[in-house]
């Protein structure tokens, strides 16, 4: 574990305390020798697993000894928000706080319950309070969102996330120079894994905000304005309103992209429909059905042109799953194929976790208290009385944000539960990416199609690559003929 003499050494100050919380006993051993190596003289290790083996015990001894160090053990106790701000006042009391590496709890009776989100926050929360310049290295994945929100306040913050066929070593190994080189968000990967065939969290992150909805406000006025049943409009392009020679072609929108499908649209040079959404709640399958009717009494014999966008694209990949019984169905994914989708969301969590977070995300509301009485709420319906009941608007805007809030939640959860049927959809298909991505990640939409996809990118992010001239080009230039 010792550095290379090239490498950039990260600084470790010795009159300062280093904590660390949470992981196996490997994990908070490697840690605990990584700062050591580094200069470090006080080292709190707070976890539930304790060094029983020979070999830990050994490491630990030698530290000590050879290199005039403290490594004291706390109670694991960061799980609870006043556990958090005890063990955080507690090592305050002893000295400045220079640095937490937060690690994953290991489940145990006392932890069981405790999502390694809610950890990261509790010690979020203290170490604001407690020792509010010190470092904050987070090494659970699922708490990238927490961290993002941390470094956007200001507060020295590094998340690092590792695949998960790498060992804990490996990640120790370039974290000198991800704390030297100040990279805030670092998805680490190996030789032995195919290039970025996941995109950073950060990248997923940003991608989930695009989204969703920017506010309870668009979300209501989004409700009002949906018709009750799902329905299919032509847009005004460049090209031909009428169907002649020319394949039309359907998009597919997501969650609050109906302002960048109109961009797009004024590009175009064929003949194109767009899905609207209804204010009835369907499932996925039930939309993709009626919009596939919908399609062919439009366009009877096929082939067909589809375009999914965002949440779109797992919406799109329904309904050509059903088209493609009857002819084959060309199909454009504008950064929707299915598992990018589900990774974004995968940062929202799971259940009462991911309930909890589309609401802050929602209100614009990180407020612990607030966070306090969602996440206390028996079940959905009372966490949406808690957040209408301190949201001002009318009656009307309250009953659409509550109809809203039902149906984006259930989207999503669709959205995760999408899995390929076993049946491939023929006909060539196009993936179209932001730039930053990699021109070689193909989204494991082979799992859905017959051809392997051509892949373009396009300067922009998630949702501005919608209206950005040259995907319009792409598709006019690629799109089936008859």
Not at 162 to 167: M, Q, V
Not at 211 to 236: D, F, G, N, T
Request: proline share 5%; aromatic share 8%.
């Amino acid at each position: 574990m010792l550095p290379s003499k090239e490498e950039a050494l990260y600084k470790t100050s010795f009159n300062h305390f280093y904590l660390i919380p949470g992981g196996t006993i490997e994990q908070w051993a490697d840690i605990t020798e990584w700062l050591v190596l580094r200069g470090a003289k006080k080292v709190v290790v707070s976890a539930d697993c304790k060094a029983q083996s020979n070999c830990i015990n050994r490491r630990l001894s030698l530290l000590q000894t050879y290199f005039n160090c403290d490594i004291i053990f706390a109670p694991n106790k960061a799980h609870t928000k006043e556990g958090a701000g005890e063990l955080l006042s507690e090592v305050r009391f002893l000295g400045p706080i220079h640095a937490v590496f937060v690690l994953p709890q290991i489940k145990t009776s006392s932890v069981s319950k405790v999502s390694d989100i809610k950890t990261v926050q509790y010690i979020d929360n203290a170490l604001r309070l407690t020792a509010p310049k010190a470092l904050f290295v987070n090494f659970i994945n699922t708490a990238s969102g927490v961290c993002q929100l941390r470094s956007d306040s200001g507060y020295p913050t590094f998340n690092i996330q590792w695949l998960k066929e790498l060992e804990f070593g490996d990640v120790l190994s370039g974290l000198d120079n991800i704390l030297s080189l100040r990279v805030k968000n670092i998805l680490i990967n190996n030789d032995k894994v195919s290039e970025s065939k996941q995109e950073s969290t950060q990248a997923l992150f940003k991608k989930l905000a695009q989204m969703l909805p920017s506010s309870a406000k668009e979300l209501s006025a989004q409700v009002k304005e949906a018709p009750e049943e799902p329905e299919i409009i032509q847009l005004v392009t460049e090209g031909p309103q009428e169907l002649r020679e020319l394949i039309p072609l359907f998009i597919i929108p997501g969650l609050s992209t109906e302002n960048e499908i109109e961009e797009l649209a004024r590009f175009l040079l064929l003949p194109t429909f767009c899905a609207v959404l209804p204010s009835t709640p369907m499932s996925i399958k039930e939309l993709a059905e009626n919009y596939a009717a919908q399609i062919r009494s439009i366009w009877p014999e096929g082939p067909f042109n589809l375009v999914g966008i965002s949440w779109g694209g797992v919406l799109a990949t329904e309904i050509a799953n059903i088209l493609n019984k009857h002819s084959k169905v060309y199909l454009y994914f504008i950064d929707s194929a299915p598992s990018t989708l589900q990774s974004a969301i995968h940062h929202l969590g799971e259940r009462t976790e991911m309930e909890v977070n589309l609401l802050t995300r929602i209100f614009v509301n990180n407020d612990a208290q607030f966070l306090k009485k969602l996440q206390s709420a028996k079940d959905w319906n009372a966490r949406i009385a808690c957040v209408l009941s301190s949201y001002e608007a009318d009656v009307e805007d309250k009953k659409a944000l509550e109809v809203g809030l039902l149906l984006l939640r259930n989207r999503l959860q669709d959205v995760m539960l999408f899995r390929p049927d076993g049946e491939l959809i023929s006909g060539t298909s196009h993936l179209i990416r932001p730039s930053d991505c990699s021109q070689y990640d193909n989204c494991d939409l082979t799992l859905y199609l017959k051809q392997i996809p051509l892949i373009r990118l396009v300067n922009g992010d998630h949702r501005t690559i919608i209206k950005n001239k040259d995907t319009a080009e792409y598709i006019n230039e690629t799109f089936q003929l008859i």
